[in-house]
């Protein structure tokens, strides 16, 4: 008779728990489970389509910068899979989530992929700004040493994330109804304890250590960048004031390499147009002396050259800039062509990859957040606020993951080269299912 009685005391005190559940859930909780269902739209495809374009499609795949980016997919790939489903989960059941396996392997694999992530992209920063102190080089890591950093990575992430395995699993609370919630957060016995404090503070500090290396990385890059494209610009303002004029230079193809080259002949190869490479810079007048004097059978083909693009190069006696005459006037075999291409290329690159950081440390700022007051407060200031405002603070909890599924928007927005791939690996994959019912 009283274990019936105590059985029927659990079944109502479940029911009324599972009640307070649904409650919490549908005045607080609706905004970031949309959120979370969101990401795993757009993140379970986008990071799979990432991983199959840059592991099979991408025709150099073993470049380091396609590496990283390759890496990077798979970390928010597994993000996406694994994490994200047992946060649904975890939100529909906030206050009876009792599964510590599942808490322990969700918070450890997200730190897991976050770290590993952190450190892949401060290698990229180094990488790129290693590219542009190189010069017209532009020298990057070999495929190798990329593979290496990636498996240490792996290594350091994991040696930072494995407290997670400790400090996470159920956590028990009082409800007001007298019952006892279950939750995934750090467990009773580490909460507000000597380790997890200095933990989280190592975490944060390594967190603002490396925005600040990147903003001081990305911001050498931007100068760099800057400097080279305001160069040019600042060429055509000093010719339009009458302060330059067009400058030409002669020198044979095996100096290529020299960076003041300006008209190169091709023997190489045979074509229908000149078979000068011409490129223009604008100089004072006075430097005009230095002009380079072409030999006799040169200066026949450079006069035909000059009076064939006369209309066009010399227009109102403006410079135009190299981006111009590279595509089109200068033959592609041109080393000065060349590096103007690959530095070209680098920008974009480095471009497309400073704004995948600051997606990530930018997503990662709300909780970064959170987490500090939560910390600092002495009493649990969450319980003061509104609904509105809890509906809030569970979005900023949860802001990190938005680095796990925003990759892929990011790259079909600004990498031209990845949305034909995509064009082309759609048109594969319909292609190939109209074609298998035929076969059967």
Request: with cysteine; proline share 3%.
């Amino acid at each position: 008779m009283i274990s019936g009685n105590n059985s029927t005391e659990s079944d109502s005190e479940h029911i009324q728990i599972s009640q307070l559940n649904k409650l919490i859930f549908e005045t607080t909780l609706i905004p970031s489970y949309i959120y979370i269902l969101l990401l795993m739209i757009i993140g379970i495809p986008g990071n799979a389509l990432v991983c199959y374009i840059y592991q099979i499609k991408i025709r150099n795949r073993q470049l380091s910068t396609n590496i990283f980016i390759l890496a990077l997919s798979w970390f928010d790939l597994v993000n996406c899979v694994v994490t994200l489903p047992i946060e649904i989960k975890f939100l529909t059941n906030l206050i009876m989530f009792d599964q510590p396996i599942l808490c322990k392997l969700s918070r450890f694999l997200t730190f897991f992929c976050n770290n590993a992530s952190s450190v892949i992209l401060l290698t990229i920063a180094i990488d790129r700004l290693n590219a542009f102190l190189s010069g017209p080089v532009r020298r990057r890591l070999k495929p190798n040493t990329a593979k290496i950093i990636v498996v240490i990575a792996i290594f350091i992430s994991a040696a930072v994330s494995w407290p997670m395995i400790i400090f996470f699993g159920t956590f028990t609370f009082p409800l007001d109804n007298g019952g006892t919630g279950k939750s995934c957060l750090i467990v009773n016995k580490y909460v507000k304890s000597k380790q997890t404090i200095v933990f989280t503070i190592l975490l944060l500090s390594l967190h603002v250590i490396f925005d600040l290396t990147f903003f001081i990385i990305y911001s050498i890059i931007g100068k760099r960048i800057c400097y080279d494209s305001g160069l040019i610009a600042l060429h055509s303002i000093e010719n339009d004031r009458g302060g330059c004029s067009p400058v030409i230079k002669i020198r044979k193809q095996s100096d290529s390499s020299n960076g003041d080259a300006y008209l190169t002949r091709d023997m190489s190869r045979s074509r229908s147009t000149s078979p000068y490479v011409l490129e223009l810079n604008c100089i004072s007048k006075e430097c005009e002396s230095n002009v380079g004097i072409p030999s006799n059978r040169d200066s026949l083909e450079l006069s035909k050259l000059m009076t064939e693009s006369k209309d066009n190069s010399f227009k109102n006696s403006s410079c135009k800039t190299r981006a111009t005459l590279c595509t089109e006037k200068v033959s592609p075999s041109s080393s000065e062509c060349k590096i103007f291409n690959r530095r070209t290329t680098v920008n974009r690159t480095s471009f497309i990859l400073f704004i995948v950081t600051m997606a990530y440390v930018i997503s990662f700022m709300p909780y970064c957040v959170i987490v500090v007051i939560r910390h600092a407060s002495k009493t649990s200031f969450y319980d003061e606020l509104t609904n509105a405002e809890k509906a809030v603070y569970q979005i900023f909890l949860r802001s990190y993951s938005l680095s796990s599924a925003i990759n892929p928007i990011i790259y079909s927005l600004i990498n031209l080269s990845f949305r034909k791939k995509c064009k082309q690996t759609f048109y594969e994959f319909v292609y190939f299912f109209r074609k298998k019912p035929e076969m059967t």
